[in-house]
């Protein structure tokens, strides 16, 4: 059997436990061969296996069943925040609970976020075992700020069509456990900053739905916050004609006395301005407040996306956020 991909699927393929011997390829491919087949009334195919390619350089690749952003939910926070492994995954399998189930089958090789999420979820783990006293925000910032956008050549990660990714495929970029252990600097987020979040999206009574207890947005404390405010490790905004400012505040996880300079990835049609421009720690744990401009230049086009990025960089570290502009 020759298995051809969906058009939207393009040249993505699988390993999958075939229950007749097959062949997979791409859309391309398959186009090729379905020519091939209707081209004579007496089709012939031979399948040579010639061993396993290993070593590609396209590794790794965004998946076409991955989720995109941007999130319509929650427009102001960037979606997805991280890509990682999630296809043809080889792992063990464990015993069956039904009788559907090959009962001599110890491992198996399966795709889709029931395999991404347990890799990224093994990485925090082992992040807060390294590091006990942090947050879950600061976990998470350390695996989106020390994530890769890149293969080793320095090209941009591609997606199923072999085309470069955007910021919606890919969010901070593809997950980096030995940096993600020593990330420099980290976004916290305080629960009090999540539900002032809330309260800018949703009325008291569906926060209070989500946080299990009443909560009162007028108060000071869980005023509306709109989601570029909040200390996430990426921003996402929604440009119009003025210009918008919004803080960030970073703690110094890294060495005690370490300096980092901001470097600011161009976003096409936005003016970007960092202030300020250093950063000087002089011990762990501390604190240091930077805000972030964002104004359009002439000749803009309603309705389109552009994307960029922030980098805090030190002679040990770089601290990477992603940046998506929604102009409107």
Same mark, same amino acid.
């Given at each position: 059997?020759?298995?051809?991909?969906?058009?939207?699927?393009?040249? *993505?393929?699988?390993?999958?436990?075939?229950?007749?011997?097959?062949?997979?390829?791409?859309?391309?491919?398959?186009?090729?061969?379905?020519?091939?087949?209707?081209?004579?009334?007496?089709?012939?195919?031979?399948?040579?296996?010639? =061993?396993?390619?290993?070593?590609? #350089?396209?590794?790794?690749?965004?998946?076409?069943?991955?989720?995109?952003?941007?999130?319509? /939910?929650?427009?102001?926070?960037?979606?997805?925040?991280?890509? =990682?492994?999630?296809?043809?995954?080889?792992? /063990?399998?464990? #015993?069956?609970?039904?009788?559907?189930?090959?009962?001599? /089958?110890?491992?198996?090789?399966?795709?889709?976020?029931?395999?991404?999420?347990?890799?990224?979820?093994?990485?925090?783990?082992?992040?807060?075992?390294?590091?006990?006293?942090?947050?879950?925000?600061?976990?998470?910032?350390?695996?989106?700020?020390?994530?890769?956008?890149?293969?080793?050549?320095?090209?941009?990660?591609?997606? *199923?069509?072999?085309?470069? /990714?955007?910021?919606?495929?890919?969010?901070?970029?593809?997950?980096?456990?030995?940096?993600?252990?020593?990330?420099?600097?980290?976004?916290?987020?305080?629960?009090?900053?999540?539900?002032?979040?809330?309260?800018?999206?949703?009325?008291?009574?569906?926060?209070?739905?989500?946080?299990?207890?009443?909560?009162?947005?007028?108060?000071?404390?869980?005023? =509306?916050?709109?989601?570029?405010?909040?200390?996430?490790?990426?921003?996402?905004?929604?440009?119009?004609?003025?210009?918008?400012?919004?803080?960030?505040?970073?703690?110094?996880?890294?060495?005690?006395?370490?300096?980092?300079?901001?470097?600011?990835?161009?976003?096409?049609?936005?003016?970007?301005?960092?202030?300020?421009?250093?950063?000087?720690?002089?011990?762990?744990? *501390? *604190?240091?407040?930077?805000?972030?401009?964002?104004?359009?230049?002439?000749?803009?086009?309603?309705?389109?996306?552009?994307? =960029?990025?922030?980098?805090?960089?030190?002679? #040990?570290?770089?601290?990477?956020?992603?940046?998506?502009?929604?102009?409107?």
């Amino acid at each position: 059997m020759i298995l051809m991909n969906k058009k939207p699927d393009a040249y *993505e393929t699988v390993a999958d436990a075939h229950v007749l011997p097959a062949a997979h390829v791409s859309y391309a491919d398959g186009e090729k061969i379905r020519a091939y087949i209707n081209s004579t009334s007496d089709p012939k195919a031979t399948i040579l296996f010639k =061993g396993t390619v290993i070593g590609d #350089k396209r590794a790794p690749m965004v998946a076409s069943y991955s989720s995109r952003g941007p999130s319509l /939910a929650s427009p102001f926070i960037l979606k997805p925040d991280i890509i =990682g492994p999630g296809s043809s995954i080889l792992a /063990a399998w464990s #015993k069956p609970v039904d009788n559907n189930t090959n009962v001599k /089958a110890t491992f198996n090789m399966i795709s889709g976020t029931s395999m991404s999420c347990p890799h990224l979820s093994g990485i925090a783990a082992l992040i807060k075992s390294v590091h006990p006293d942090w947050s879950p925000a600061m976990i998470k910032s350390a695996i989106m700020t020390s994530a890769t956008q890149t293969y080793l050549n320095n090209s941009l990660i591609l997606d *199923e069509r072999r085309l470069p /990714a955007d910021i919606f495929a890919t969010g901070a970029g593809h997950v980096n456990p030995t940096q993600a252990l020593d990330p420099g600097l980290v976004y916290d987020i305080k629960t009090r900053d999540y539900i002032s979040y809330l309260c800018f999206i949703y009325t008291e009574n569906q926060v209070a739905i989500i946080v299990n207890r009443k909560i009162n947005c007028g108060k000071s404390n869980y005023k =509306g916050v709109p989601g570029p405010q909040l200390n996430y490790p990426s921003f996402a905004v929604q440009l119009g004609h003025g210009s918008q400012t919004y803080p960030r505040t970073v703690t110094n996880v890294g060495d005690a006395n370490s300096s980092y300079y901001v470097q600011i990835e161009n976003v096409p049609g936005v003016n970007v301005r960092v202030e300020p421009k250093v950063l000087v720690f002089t011990k762990v744990n *501390e *604190e240091k407040i930077y805000k972030v401009s964002f104004s359009r230049q002439e000749f803009t086009t309603n309705g389109s996306y552009v994307q =960029g990025s922030i980098a805090w960089i030190s002679a #040990k570290h770089i601290v990477r956020i992603p940046i998506s502009v929604h102009l409107v």
